[in-house]
């Protein structure tokens, strides 16, 4: 076995270039419990009302239908918990960050995309 090639994270490859490619599906990608319609935690009801009120255009990934995407991208992103939020390919954090962000007004920063 070639270690050079195994990514850091412990990961095969394979899924780590799948959750490379969820990552940048979209400019703005939200992986959290439910859909933004029907949020199924209050973390994740939370920060879609934030990219809302942000007038953010974003999608996002329902990890509670994918055991593997849930699992792995806590070891992706050294991030234990959900919701995830990536802004161009990369993780801005969590709801409390998110909120942060916001109330800084750097939030709103963050999500002009092309």
């Given at each position: 076995?070639?270690?050079?090639?195994?990514?850091?994270?412990?990961?095969?490859?394979?899924?780590?270039?799948?959750?490379?490619?969820?990552?940048?599906?979209?400019?703005?990608?939200?992986?959290?419990?439910?859909?933004?319609?029907?949020?199924?935690?209050?973390?994740?009801?939370?920060?879609?009302?934030?990219?809302?009120?942000?007038?953010?255009?974003?999608?996002t990934f329902d990890i509670l239908?994918?055991?593997?995407?849930?699992?792995?991208?806590?070891?992706y992103s050294n991030w234990p918990?959900?919701?995830?939020l990536y802004v161009k390919g990369?993780?801005?954090?969590?709801?409390?960050?998110?909120?942060?962000?916001?109330?800084?007004?750097?939030?709103?920063?963050?999500?002009?995309?092309?």
């Amino acid at each position: 076995m070639n270690l050079q090639s195994a990514p850091a994270n412990g990961l095969s490859n394979d899924l780590s270039s799948h959750l490379h490619s969820l990552i940048n599906k979209a400019p703005v990608m939200l992986f959290m419990k439910g859909s933004p319609e029907e949020p199924r935690c209050g973390f994740s009801r939370q920060i879609v009302s934030i990219l809302r009120s942000n007038n953010a255009k974003f999608e996002t990934f329902d990890i509670l239908q994918d055991e593997v995407v849930r699992q792995g991208l806590k070891s992706y992103s050294n991030w234990p918990t959900y919701p995830q939020l990536y802004v161009k390919g990369e993780l801005v954090g969590g709801v409390d960050i998110v909120r942060e962000l916001a109330d800084s007004g750097e939030l709103a920063q963050m999500l002009v995309v092309p």
